[in-house]
């Protein structure tokens, strides 16, 4: 009994089983204070499908070889472009939504594949220099904003150069997967759009990785020294990695954006590859190997843990605030036990 009791253990994972236990605490909390049961449960899943993409973009980086990808934000400019391309051509629904991504699309592969050419030329110090490419491309994009030949007056200041920090997404392409076949059960609504979605490219990738060309990645990741021996082009498939990564970012943030409700610009990219990397390191994942089940599993935990957080620490504490320092916590903790895992184990 003792040695399964130690196998699941050893499968879990120290960070996931505190996680799933504190999560678990807290959905008994809430229950316990009578916090609305199906309102939070709409919450997490909604999140689900906000951050999946964004949490799926670091499983081409990682068993490519790459690691963990701080560079997301590379990725994200690329789709906030695109949604703002859609915006200035004055779209709306769901063309808008077809219409950022197909923008976002080439723009993410050409980025991707300059952003994966630099991580070969630095082997072995990839994280980072991904994580100040990250933060170098959102400083210069803040230029970028200001420059960019935009004049849609949804998007630009009403009075000096530049676009605006925050744009709002009403009467564009809001919600469009949300509310796309969502039904209520009780006080709880499955947003049936944007988890199909989610799901979708979860399968999607779930075929990549299965084909010839996924299974070369995953030996180019695992063992370079094998892979030159039989023939691979490590580079190349490490480029491959960084591309697929860098696309899935793009996407994220635009199906991101549109349950948002904004576009939010300037420094707000930044961070946003922190919390996709903690999640899917909650899930299982580590520095040198990923899979789907880890992109689904921790994003639910890590964004379950924030949304549960708030409603009982608000009624707990009126004062303070205990989700923004959990949030912390988890998110830095987890990627730092991660990091100290140079062997990658379970």
Same mark, same amino acid.
């Given at each position: 009994m003792s040695e399964k009791i130690a196998v699941y253990y050893k499968a879990m994972g120290l960070p996931r089983l505190i996680i799933t236990l504190f &999560?678990? &605490?807290?959905?008994?909390?809430s229950v316990i204070l009578g916090i609305p049961f199906g309102g939070l449960m709409t919450d997490v899943v909604v999140r689900l499908g906000m951050h999946g993409i964004l949490v799926l973009a670091m499983v081409p980086a990682i068993i490519s070889g790459i690691g963990l990808n701080f560079g997301l934000p590379l990725g994200i400019l690329c789709g +906030? #472009? $695109?949604? #703002? %391309?859609? #915006?200035? +051509?004055?779209l709306v629904g769901f063309p808008a939504f077809i219409a950022a991504i197909l923008v976002a699309l080439p723009l993410a592969a050409l980025i991707g594949w300059c952003y994966g050419w630099l991580l070969n030329k630095v082997k072995g110090s990839e994280m980072m220099v991904a994580t100040y490419a990250g933060f170098s491309a959102v400083f210069l994009m803040s230029i970028g904003w200001m420059v960019l030949p935009f004049k849609s007056p949804e998007i630009t200041w009403p009075m000096g150069p530049g676009l605006r920090t925050t744009i709002s997404l009403d009467g564009r392409f809001r919600d469009v997967l949300n509310n796309w076949g969502a039904f209520n059960i009780g006080s709880f609504r499955f947003p049936t759009g944007l988890i199909l979605f989610f799901l979708l490219s979860c399968f999607i990738m779930? +075929? %990549?990785?299965?084909s010839k060309t996924g299974i070369a990645m995953k030996t180019v990741g695992a063992n370079p020294n094998f892979a030159v021996a039989t023939g691979l082009n490590v580079d190349n498939y490490r480029i491959m990695g960084s591309v697929l990564s860098t696309i899935l970012?793009?996407? $994220? #943030?635009i199906v991101y954006s549109q349950s948002y409700g904004f576009l939010q610009l300037y420094q707000a990219p930044m961070f946003m590859g922190f919390a996709a990397v903690a999640a899917v390191l909650i899930g299982g994942a580590n520095i040198k190997n990923a899979k789907i089940s880890h992109v689904i599993i921790g994003t639910f935990l890590f964004q379950g843990l924030l949304v549960i957080a708030l409603p009982v620490a608000n009624t707990v504490m009126t004062t303070g605030s205990l989700a923004e320092i959990t949030r912390l916590i988890v998110t830095n903790g987890i990627i730092l036990y991660a990091l100290t895992q140079v062997d990658g184990g379970e």
């Open positions: &999560f678990l &605490f807290l959905v008994c909390v +906030l #472009i $695109g949604a #703002i %391309v859609s #915006i200035e +051509l004055d779930w +075929l %990549v990785l299965r970012g793009a996407v $994220g #943030i």
